[in-house]
């Protein structure tokens, strides 16, 4: 997939300053994602699946650690994949594929990874469609490969206290919103459907999500890990905690 958008790296930069009002430690599970890519692949370049990957925000990092790897982005969504493409300019492989559809794996380029990575973008599937994603995610695995989803899982052993943890968060969004440091998750693609190359693709985008994404269920991480058991991977665990949010891996 190719495209062209005036100023993609703008666009990138007021995607990644929204996203970090929402969560100021993102960088932060990126770096220990691709830590984990490191230790997997011995130091080689990898070949790694970006899963939901948006804007290209873990494809960008991807090759700015590891200029050599072979990076594949799949997403669905018109005007985000539209800016991954202009981003990444031939560098990766971008595909637009329906994760809700178990045949996305034939649009892939390759039938082997080494890594695939994916933050917060897995909790818009229902909870039956994810444990299937996690076992189809591990087909496309090579021996070894890893696969870390991050995400919004808090620790069941602190119902209580992720609740402060969240109400604490909330509060400094709001006023990262009001004081003018952060534009919102809806001013945001207001303002990209305003714009007159990415306006064609959120009236796409409108169609493909006619009433908008619903955050579904939320599970802790401990069924984000017995998922990942019962998918068949032969180690898993916590990677990375971040307050409510953390990072799950299974090794294939």
């Known amino acids: 997939m ?22 100021p430690d993102r960088e932060q599970r990126f770096a220990a994602m691709l830590t984990a890519v ?43 994949l539209t ?12 595909v637009d594929a329906d994760l809700g559809d178990p045949g996305w794996r034939a649009k892939l380029p390759h039938e082997e990874f080494g890594a695939v990575l994916t933050a917060t973008a897995l909790h818009w599937l229902p909870a039956e469609r994810t444990a299937a994603l996690y076992a189809e995610v591990r087909a496309v695995l090579r021996p070894g490969g890893i696969f870390v989803n991050a995400d919004h899982m808090e620790d069941e052993g602190l119902a209580a206290f992720s609740a402060r943890l969240r109400d604490q968060a909330r509060d400094e969004r709001n006023a990262r919103y009001d004081s003018g440091a952060a534009t919102s998750w809806s001013d945001w693609w207001a303002r990209a459907a305003a714009d007159e190359q990415l306006a064609p693709k ?7 999500y006619p009433d908008g994404h619903a955050e579904g269920w939320l599970p802790p991480a401990s069924w984000h890990l017995d998922a990942l058991r019962a998918a068949g991977y032969t180690e898993t665990g916590l990677l990375w905690r971040g307050g409510t949010d953390a990072a799950v891996i299974g090794v294939r």
Do not use: C, N
């Open 2 to 23: 190719t495209a062209y958008l005036k100023h993609p790296r703008i666009w990138q930069e007021s995607w990644d300053k929204q996203q970090e009002a929402f969560m």
């Open 38 to 80: 490191a230790a997997a692949t011995g130091g080689a370049a990898p070949r790694l699946l970006d899963l939901a990957g948006g804007t290209g925000t873990i494809s960008l990092r991807t090759l700015a650690r590891f200029p050599a790897a072979q990076v594949t982005l799949v997403d669905q969504d018109p005007v985000l």
């Open 83 to 94: 800016i991954a493409a202009a981003s990444l300019a031939g560098r990766a492989t971008v």
């Open 202 to 208: 959120a009236v796409e985008r409108q169609q493909i």
